[in-house]
Nanobody, 123 residues
């Protein structure tokens, strides 16, 4: 079983940047697809970005060109670099480890979750 702890959230102005980090323990992540999801108040939890063990990525259309997912298997960590942030990016961001290692949304149902970190984009 994988335990995930997110960090790096906070308050940022529109157009700014944040980098979220997720530290994994309990198991090596090298065989997992690692992803980030987000959930805004009153909305469902949606995929933001994921990267499979082989490096295949999948980004939500709303973040393409602005967000980049990185994984470091040696450090058992995955990051999400978020640039050109918009108020619509405001949400709780969750790290996910998907043992099915797929390049689509299977982590939603089969993955392990962190507790989330709040990102607020506001002036």
């Amino acid at each position: 079983q994988v335990q995930l702890v997110e960090s790096g959230g906070g308050l940022v102005q529109p157009g700014g940047s944040l980098r979220l980090s997720c530290a994994a323990s309990g198991s090596d992540i090298e065989d997992y697809a690692m992803g980030w999801y987000r959930q805004a108040p009153g909305k469902q939890r949606d995929l933001v970005a994921l990267m499979t063990s082989s490096g295949i990525t999948n980004y939500a259309n709303s973040v393409k060109g602005r967000f980049t997912i990185h994984r470091d298997n040696a450090k058992n960590m995955v990051d999400l670099q978020m640039n050109s942030l918009k108020p619509d990016d405001t949400a709780v961001y969750y790290c996910n480890a998907d043992p099915l290692d797929s390049d689509y949304d299977s982590g939603r149902d089969f993955g392990y979750w962190g507790q989330g970190t709040q990102v607020t984009v506001s002036s």
